[in-house]
């Protein structure tokens, strides 16, 4: 009898402490959504809601911190103005008045005439619900005159806050995307496509500076706003390979998987157009073989083998000894000897190679690398680079082991989007150091699953 008493007091105990604990992560006690659309309607008296949500993001006092986001449009004359109002909610209390954040997203004009039209749908006859504004079927062919030819109906409508997105039809059956700013008063710099077979992109990937934009069943690209050369595709995926595209190279494959080989990486310079305005689709490589068609390979090189020793001068002392396809770019020449940049000119390695132990150009890609793989990484430890600079090893098989040094630290190569950094770093920061990474085998192991 005892020891059923002692039982049960223990399961109370438990269930007591579990209850304790749920009520610990349970949210705050709010306000109901209603009290902050009577509150948003009388701070906004000529606006009309179309979607509110809730969402939590950090902390507020302890607790998670809650908004709510309330997206609210006006219909005038000539737009359709967009504002979203947002607020913390721990905070407030029966009876307190909210103060909104606001954000407003681009006008969208109103055809001549059709205001009238607009004002008699309901907010869900003009909008769909996600990111940003987005437009029905219903709705978008009575918006955006000046965005469109007299042929072109509108099959896609987005307004976000800094980017306009639109893509029409003409008649002739074709595709046409345009990307507009507002700068107060009508669209500016306004970006479009060529016409092509086919546009449709993601609304839930596609806002502000960015966008997921399908061509086909097959095939997608990702545009990217950048204010130094405007709107580009870095990023497309082609009949099962996703290639990121880089100033001085393409990554084969998802940029964070990390590889601790370059095997996916192909040097130089793509000169396939693949700016936004001179892209075109219809003629866009199908296969990594075509794309690798339009490489520059102008100044590239890599080690042809291992053991390939780097020089401080020609037939001077050896500064490192490398593994197979450390990449480098030529800058000089001097008889049989190559006067080369490994990494960026800030925090790279220029030394000199003989140019029977290097591949040039497209034999590049034809090069297998041998880098060694390791599997733990002491993180505290700093890569530093012969400029002087240290950089936490912070990323672990992000880092690639290039080379020895003569004192038994690793040549280490760092390739962080465009820059390269090349370090050396001590043996005692990796453990579990192994032979080249398979690829075969990464693949097996995935048909496995």
């Given at each position: 009898?005892?020891?059923?008493?002692?039982?049960?007091?223990?399961?109370?105990?438990?269930?007591?402490?579990?209850?304790?604990?749920?009520?610990?992560?349970?949210?705050?006690?709010?306000?109901?959504?209603?009290y902050?659309?009577?509150?948003?309607?009388?701070?906004?008296?000529?606006?009309?809601?179309?979607?509110?949500?809730?969402?939590?993001?950090?902390?507020?006092?302890?607790?998670?911190?809650?908004?709510?986001?309330?997206?609210?449009?006006?219909?005038?004359?000539?737009?359709?103005?967009?504002?979203?109002?947002?607020?913390?909610?721990?905070?407030?209390r029966?009876?307190?008045?909210?103060?909104?954040?606001?954000?407003?997203?681009?006008?969208?004009?109103?055809?001549?005439?059709?205001?009238?039209d607009?004002?008699?749908m309901?907010?869900?006859?003009?909008?769909?619900?996600?990111?940003?504004?987005?437009?029905?079927?219903?709705?978008?062919?009575?918006?955006?005159?000046?965005?469109?030819?007299?042929?072109?109906s509108?099959?896609?409508?987005?307004?976000?806050?800094?980017?306009?997105?639109?893509?029409?039809?003409?008649?002739?059956?074709?595709?046409?995307?345009?990307?507009?700013?507002?700068?107060?008063?009508?669209?500016?710099?306004?970006v479009?496509?060529?016409?092509q077979?086919h546009?449709?992109?993601?609304?839930?990937?596609?806002?502000?500076?960015?966008?997921?934009?399908?061509?086909?069943?097959?095939?997608?690209?990702?545009?990217?706003?950048?204010?130094?050369?405007?709107?580009?595709?870095?990023?497309?995926?082609?009949?099962?390979?996703?290639?990121?595209?880089?100033?001085?190279?393409?990554?084969?494959?998802?940029?964070?998987?990390?590889?601790?080989?370059?095997?996916?990486?192909?040097?130089?310079?793509?000169?396939?157009?693949?700016?936004?305005?001179?892209?075109?689709?219809?003629?866009?490589?199908?296969?990594?073989?075509?794309?690798?068609?339009?490489?520059?390979?102008?100044?590239?090189?890599?080690?042809?083998?291992?053991?390939?020793?780097?020089?401080?001068?020609?037939?001077?002392?050896?500064?490192?000894?490398?593994?197979?396809?450390?990449?480098?770019?030529?800058?000089?020449?001097?008889?049989?000897?190559?006067?080369?940049?490994?990494?960026?000119?800030?925090?790279?390695?220029?030394?000199?190679?003989?140019?029977?132990?290097?591949?040039?150009?497209?034999?590049?890609?034809n090069?297998?690398?041998?880098?060694?793989?390791?599997?733990e990484?002491?993180?505290?430890?700093?890569?530093?680079?012969?400029?002087?600079?240290?950089?936490?090893?912070?990323?672990?098989?992000?880092?690639?082991?290039?080379?020895?040094?003569?004192?038994?630290?690793?040549?280490?190569?760092?390739?962080?989007?465009?820059?390269?950094?090349?370090?050396?770093?001590?043996?005692?920061?990796?453990?579990?150091?192994?032979?080249?990474?398979?690829?075969?085998?990464?693949?097996?192991?995935?048909?496995?699953?």
């Amino acid at each position: 009898m005892r020891k059923m008493l002692a039982c049960f007091l223990a399961l109370l105990m438990c269930c007591t402490g579990l209850t304790a604990f749920a009520e610990s992560l349970t949210l705050p006690e709010v306000l109901p959504k209603s009290y902050f659309l009577e509150a948003a309607q009388q701070d906004y008296p000529d606006w009309q809601i179309r979607r509110a949500s809730y969402y939590i993001s950090g902390r507020y006092e302890g607790e998670s911190a809650r908004y709510i986001e309330i997206s609210i449009y006006r219909i005038t004359d000539s737009a359709i103005e967009l504002l979203e109002l947002s607020t913390l909610i721990n905070p407030i209390r029966e009876g307190d008045d909210v103060s909104w954040s606001v954000s407003a997203l681009i006008p969208v004009e109103i055809v001549s005439g059709a205001a009238d039209d607009l004002c008699a749908m309901t907010a869900e006859e003009i909008f769909y619900d996600g990111i940003g504004a987005s437009f029905t079927n219903a709705a978008r062919n009575l918006l955006v005159p000046s965005l469109r030819a007299a042929d072109e109906s509108v099959t896609q409508l987005l307004s976000c806050s800094k980017f306009l997105f639109c893509i029409t039809e003409n008649s002739a059956g074709k595709s046409i995307l345009r990307i507009a700013e507002w700068d107060g008063s009508s669209y500016a710099n306004v970006v479009a496509t060529r016409p092509q077979p086919h546009l449709n992109f993601l609304p839930a990937h596609s806002y502000d500076g960015e966008m997921e934009l399908w061509l086909s069943e097959d095939a997608v690209v990702y545009p990217r706003y950048d204010a130094e050369v405007g709107w580009h595709i870095n990023h497309f995926f082609i009949n099962d390979s996703n290639l990121v595209v880089f100033q001085n190279r393409i990554i084969e494959g998802e940029i964070e998987e990390w590889y601790q080989d370059n095997n996916s990486e192909h040097y130089g310079r793509l000169t396939l157009p693949h700016s936004l305005t001179d892209v075109d689709f219809a003629t866009f490589p199908q296969t990594l073989d075509e794309v690798l068609a339009y490489m520059d390979y102008t100044g590239v090189a890599c080690t042809a083998h291992d053991d390939t020793p780097l020089y401080a001068a020609p037939d001077g002392g050896v500064l490192a000894y490398c593994y197979t396809r450390v990449p480098m770019v030529v800058i000089s020449e001097s008889g049989d000897w190559r006067e080369v940049q490994l990494g960026g000119d800030a925090d790279g390695l220029r030394c000199w190679v003989r140019a029977a132990d290097l591949a040039f150009g497209a034999d590049t890609e034809n090069v297998v690398c041998t880098f060694p793989t390791h599997e733990e990484v002491d993180r505290a430890q700093e890569a530093v680079s012969f400029s002087g600079k240290a950089l936490p090893l912070a990323k672990g098989c992000a880092w690639w082991m290039i080379g020895t040094m003569a004192d038994g630290d690793y040549l280490m190569m760092f390739a962080d989007n465009e820059e390269i950094f090349v370090g050396t770093a001590p043996a005692s920061a990796f453990s579990g150091i192994g032979e080249t990474e398979d690829d075969d085998d990464w693949d097996d192991e995935d048909d496995d699953w």
